[in-house]
């Protein structure tokens, strides 16, 4: 293949890539998509195991898996969305957290809605900076992170976590809500040791 076709390829988005490998096999493609997407499925990988080598590993597995099934996506030109999933269920399962997941049971007492405390948690949570966040999350719970990181970075809805984490809508909200109390305890914590110091 010449090198313009190479450039062409690069330029195209992703649906249209998805759909022109489906037509002619062409493994060209997969590299395009590879280059295109490596780097953030790493990261992601990176910030849910906590290990460069484990999340190279991952990396690899994840596209090896999307490649062989990539004839199942429905809609190609939500290839991104398709492959965070992906990301987050192998992630999930090599931490082992799906029975964590699964396991939770629902405090009927502890409200869902909005309280007064929820509320300062939030507001607390809207000071913490990036570095800052990026240093709390590492001090979590491994499922505590992983939700946070679904519903806050890739901006997941309640029901994509559900399907992702196979739990229902009340156990998805009760452990952002819990995940999210942790993560305030932490900051404002963090902030007294400064004082502190």
Known sequence: MSQ??????????????VGYFLQTNDKKVLSVLYQRHA???YHKCLALVKSTESAEDLTHDIFLRAFLKLSTLKEPER??????????????????????????????????SATDEESREEASLREITLVELERLLQHLPDSDRVIL??????????????????????????????AKEKLARLF??????????
């Open 4 to 17: 313009k076709k190479e450039q062409d390829l690069s330029t195209l988005t992703d649906g249209t890539l």
């Open 39 to 41: 780097a953030w499925i």
């Open 79 to 112: 290839l991104r969305g398709w492959l965070s999933t992906i990301a987050y269920n192998m992630s999930i399962n090599f931490l082992n957290l799906r029975r964590d997941f699964q396991g939770e049971t629902i405090d009927t007492h502890h409200q869902l």
């Open 149 to 178: 990181l679904m519903r806050f970075q890739d901006e997941m809805s309640i029901k994509e976590i559900q399907e992702t984490l196979k739990i229902g809508e009340s156990a998805v909200k009760m452990r952002l809500k819990r």
């Open 188 to 197: 404002e914590e963090s902030k007294t040791e400064i004082r502190y110091e």
